[in-house]
């Protein structure tokens, strides 16, 4: 995997992203992190996860994370419709979905029509800068939404 292969180089850059740099290390801890808590959620080897992030930190640590606990990830494009991210949700055997705050109105349109247990939102300002966090459309509307409520 990518962090044995850099055993030797953990402080090495892994990810350069808008002037930030995160060591393999760093790297290392937030994936232990992510992939703890996708266990400690019920997740495991052979479950199936609908993940609608690109481009930034959070989805190298989700793709890591999912895969250090046998998850299979299934990834959509951000700019995808509502139908077909519906018809990804249905056609996989999906218990979690992760998305950008920004999809979650295309989301909530179908959500309970599926089997989907929880979404989690992640914010793409999360990874910005200090500089880059402060918006005047910056709304921390949702968190995890649980589909079976």
């Given at each position: 995997?990518v962090?044995?292969?850099?055993?030797?180089?953990l402080?090495?850059?892994?990810i350069?992203y808008l002037?930030q740099?995160?060591?393999f290390?760093r790297?290392?801890?937030?994936?232990?992190k992510?992939a703890s808590?996708?266990y400690?959620?019920?997740?495991?080897?052979?479950?199936?996860?609908l993940?609608?992030v690109?481009?930034?930190?959070e989805?190298?640590?989700?793709l890591?994370?999912?895969?250090?606990i046998g998850?299979?990830?299934r990834?959509?494009?951000?700019?995808t419709?509502?139908?077909?991210?519906e018809?990804?949700?249905n056609?996989?055997n999906?218990?979690?979905?992760?998305?950008?705050d920004?999809l979650?109105?295309?989301?909530e349109?179908f959500?309970n029509?599926?089997?989907?247990e929880?979404v989690?939102?992640l914010?793409?300002?999360d990874?910005?800068p200090?500089?880059?966090r402060?918006?005047?459309?910056?709304?921390?509307k949702?968190s995890?939404?649980?589909?079976?409520?």
């Open positions: 995997m962090f044995g292969e850099n055993e030797d180089n402080e090495s850059p892994a350069e002037g740099v995160w060591s290390n790297l290392k801890q937030e994936t232990d992510a808590a996708f400690k959620s019920g997740l495991g080897v052979g479950d199936v996860v993940v609608g690109s481009n930034c930190p989805a190298i640590v989700t890591l994370a999912l895969n250090k998850v299979t990830s990834w959509f494009d951000i700019r419709s509502e139908k077909e991210i018809k990804y949700a056609n996989s999906v218990r979690m979905m992760i998305a950008f920004m979650m109105p295309k989301i349109t959500i029509q599926t089997k989907i929880k989690l939102v914010y793409p300002t990874s910005l200090l500089w880059g402060f918006s005047p459309k910056a709304d921390r949702f995890v939404h649980s589909a079976c409520v």
